[in-house]
């Protein structure tokens, strides 16, 4: 299979994230993609291309502009501000107060633009994240191109940011933009399915008003785990879009045997829906030792897994989202990029 990859992501190298009412190194650090594509060499998976330059143009078909010129300039903003710091938020418009007045000062942008505090803005934070959106691109357009399966080493994820908004490790929607390319490019209909552990709040709501993509996504149950507030069983889309989302939540501690079954159910929805392409979320922090998560899977459990979605037998983008086991990022993404091609 294909790789896309960009040494680009290293320069989101943040060094702090705030987690647990303390400040820690950043879980989503350049270690993860470099272990994934040393293993992707080691295990000889196939080629790895570097990213084509596609520019801002299909980044704002998802994006909004205000908010990509926001990131393009919060680093320096920030610098000018307040030094050499990681750029956090601090506050949010929640219940009772307005949403509809954009802050003039930095501080106040990042708060507007954000969700949480565990996502740092640093001096190559838009660098990281526009390469993150060109490899997404690519290997869009490998497929395009008639690639059967291809894997866009993406990093930083995406799959938390939405058109205006920033957060889990995330600041563009690199599946969404892929996504939204596959349409421009001719699709009609592309499927995205998210297996990362976190619900992926922000895909979900770029696309929950419309039926060209089917958002499907296995996470654990907002109840108990980050995002907390989208990717309840009852969200199935809007208007047009009503039927298009379906999300499958479960429980702590779920393992491949409490897995399987969702998996099916959510292939199904799939297979239903007829896509073009499939664009897949992968996030392998569902692994049993993963620092952040809570279920259990193993790591030849992501070979099965890869397996299963290879069934579908749709044109197929593998777009990295989570994974923080560093000891085993490489091997756990390496068995279901092998599942996938067998
Ligand atoms: C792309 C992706 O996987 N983003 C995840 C962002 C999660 N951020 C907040 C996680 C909070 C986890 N708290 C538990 C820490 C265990 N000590
Ligand atoms: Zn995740």
């Not at 078909?61 to 307040?82: I, K, N, P, T």
Request: overall charge negative.
């Amino acid at each position: 299979m294909l790789t896309i990859y960009s040494p680009d992501h290293r320069h989101q190298d943040a060094h702090v994230e705030l987690t647990d009412g303390q400040l820690v190194a950043p879980y989503e650090n350049p270690k993860r993609a470099d272990r994934i594509l040393s293993q992707i060499q080691q295990a000889d998976l196939g080629m790895v291309l570097p990213p084509k330059d596609f520019g801002l143009a299909p980044i704002l078909r998802v994006h909004d502009r205000g908010f990509v010129s926001f990131l393009q300039s919060a680093w320096s903003e920030w610098l000018a501000a307040h030094g050499e710091f990681d750029a956090l938020p601090l506050n949010w418009a929640t219940r009772t107060m307005r949403h509809d007045r954009i802050p003039e000062t930095i501080e106040g942008k990042l708060s507007y633009y954000s969700f949480d505090a565990g996502t740092p803005i640093i001096a190559g934070t838009w660098q990281a994240a526009m390469a993150s959106a060109q490899v997404a691109l690519t290997g869009q357009d490998w497929l395009v191109q008639g690639e059967r399966s291809v894997f866009s080493l993406c990093r930083p994820p995406g799959h938390h940011a939405a058109r205006d908004l920033y957060g889990g490790y995330c600041f563009l929607n690199n599946a969404a933009i892929a996504a939204q390319a596959l349409l421009d490019a001719g699709a009609e209909r592309v499927a995205i399915f998210d297996v990362d552990y976190h619900h992926g709040n922000g895909t979900q709501a770029i696309f929950y008003d419309r039926s060209d993509v089917l958002f499907v996504s296995i996470h654990a149950h907002p109840s108990h785990s980050y995002p907390y507030f989208l990717g309840f069983e009852d969200e199935t889309g809007a208007g047009v879009g009503e039927g298009f989302t379906r999300n499958y939540p479960l429980p702590l501690g779920t393992d491949w045997k409490a897995y399987a079954e969702p998996l099916e159910q959510a292939l199904n929805t799939i297979r239903h829906y007829a896509p073009d392409a499939v664009v897949v979320s992968l996030g392998v922090d569902t692994y049993e030792a993963d620092p952040i998560s809570s279920f259990r899977l193993q790591s030849h459990d992501f070979h099965a897994m890869g397996q299963a979605i290879a069934r579908l037998n749709k044109p197929t983008l593998i777009v990295m989202e989570g994974g923080y086991a560093l000891e085993a990022i490489g091997v756990n993404v390496g068995n279901f990029l092998q599942g996938v091609e067998e």
